[in-house]
């Protein structure tokens, strides 16, 4: 079994950064990816970015390129996401995703493993 918890959420003003966090444990834990989605209050859920475990390679939406980063610790099994020049329509709750097979990338459908999700809140 594999478990994600998510912390580092919150309420920040437009502009502002947040760093959230994303800590996998589990003895079967074997990662080869891991992503960020977001839901906003009646939405669907979007893909925000994904991280290869092993070399680093990361993946990231267009709407929070060159705002949002996304890296890992590999021996702290942790995935972190900073978000910076945050904007209202940043706001959603956060969720992070792993998946153990070779496929990675925006489609959510390829991870297996969801944490409870953070809520964040950009307020204008």
């Known amino acids: 079994q594999v478990q994600l918890v998510e912390s580092g959420g919150g309420l920040v003003q437009a502009g502002g950064s947040l760093r959230l966090s994303c800590a996998a444990s589990g003895r079967t834990f074997t990662s080869n990816a891991m992503g960020w989605f977001r839901q906003a209050p009646g939405k669907e859920r979007d893909f925000v970015a994904a991280?290869?475990?092993?070399?680093?390679?990361?993946w990231a939406a267009d709407s929070v390129k060159g705002r949002f980063a996304i890296s890992r610790d590999l021996a702290k099994k942790t995935m972190y996401l900073q978000m910076n020049s945050l904007k209202p329509e940043d706001t959603a709750v956060y969720y992070c995703?792993?998946?153990?097979?070779?496929?990675?990338?925006?489609?959510?459908?390829?991870?297996?493993?969801w944490g409870q999700g953070t809520q964040v809140t950009v307020s204008s």
């Open positions: 995703a792993s998946t153990p097979s070779r496929s990675w990338g925006p489609n959510q459908e390829l991870y297996d493993y």
């Open positions: 991280i290869h475990w092993s070399t680093g390679t990361t």
